[in-house]
Structures are given as structure tokens and as C-alpha cells.
């Protein structure tokens, strides 16, 4: 594995290249109509993606426009509307749940005002040994 002073020497004695505009022009080119990809071109020329993609920005086929065209089929068109009628389905649903469960707990907070008890479950209580059920025969010591 490489010592960071190795990889300061490696970066340091390399020369900056510049390519020419024809060439990255042809790169593109060859990259647009796929007879090569961008990582080839990064291996084979030692240069990074990111200076590739700057290429596809500027020599490439959609470098005037500034919008991108997305072509969705119905049947995509149809299954995105009924995700969107789904989740409002479900966020409705969720909505009425949350009502219900206010409700209860407001009628539990009544009841516990009007008989002076609690009866809500305290988390803190400690829980029985026993199963609770009939015929239990252990001795209680």
C-alpha cells in the first residue's frame, strides 16, 4: 500500500495534460454512440470521470439544451396516479386511526376523573409470577 509521501511524489511529478478539443469532441462522440464508455476513457487516458462528464456537458448532443426530455409510457403514467391514489388512501386512513385513538384516550381521562381511579396501565407496576391460571398448585411461601 502506497505511504501518503508516496502518493504526494506520484501527484507532484505528474505533468498537467490538456487534450484537445477534437479529441475530446471524438471521445464524446464515441461515448454518445457507444462504442466505448466513460470509465475506458478514464483508464485508458489516466483522466477522471468528472473531466469526462465536462466533456459530455460541453461537446455533447444535449449541451444546448438546458432541459431534459422524459418520456414516461401510459402504463408508467397509470401506476404513478395510482401510487398518488394509494398513499392518499392510506394518509386518510392514518388520519381516522389518530381520531380513534385521541377519542379513547380523552373517554379514558373522563373516566378516571368522574371514578377517581386509574386505569391506565403504569409501565412501572411490577407483573405477576403467576400464569393466572386455574389449577396453579405451586406453594406460596
Known amino acids: 500500500m502506497a505511504t501518503l509521501e508516496q502518493s504526494k511524489l506520484d501527484t507532484s511529478s505528474k505533468q498537467r495534460r490538456r487534450f484537445s478539443d477534437s479529441f475530446k469532441l471524438q471521445k464524446v462522440r464515441e461515448i454518445e454512440l457507444g462504442k466505448t464508455k466513460i470509465s475506458e476513457i478514464c483508464k485508458q487516458y489516466q483522466?477522471?470521470?468528472?473531466?469526462?462528464?465536462k466533456w459530455l456537458k460541453k461537446f455533447g448532443m444535449c449541451k444546448e439544451k438546458e432541459e431534459w426530455l422524459i418520456?414516461?409510457?401510459a402504463s408508467d403514467?397509470?401506476?404513478?396516479?395510482?401510487y398518488k391514489q394509494k398513499v392518499a388512501e392510506l394518509e386518510q386512513l392514518i388520519g381516522q386511526k389518530q381520531i380513534l385513538i385521541d377519542f379513547k384516550d380523552k373517554m379514558i381521562e373522563i373516566a378516571e376523573d368522574t371514578y377517581g381511579i386509574s386505569i391506565k396501565k403504569k409501565s412501572s407496576t411490577v407483573q405477576s409470577n403467576s400464569s393466572?391460571?386455574?389449577?396453579n398448585n405451586t406453594p406460596l411461601a
Do not use: D, P
Open 71 to 73: 418520456v414516461e409510457t
Open 47 to 53: 483522466v477522471s470521470s468528472v473531466s469526462v462528464y
Open 132 to 135: 393466572g391460571k386455574a389449577g
Open 77 to 82: 403514467t397509470r401506476q404513478l396516479l395510482a
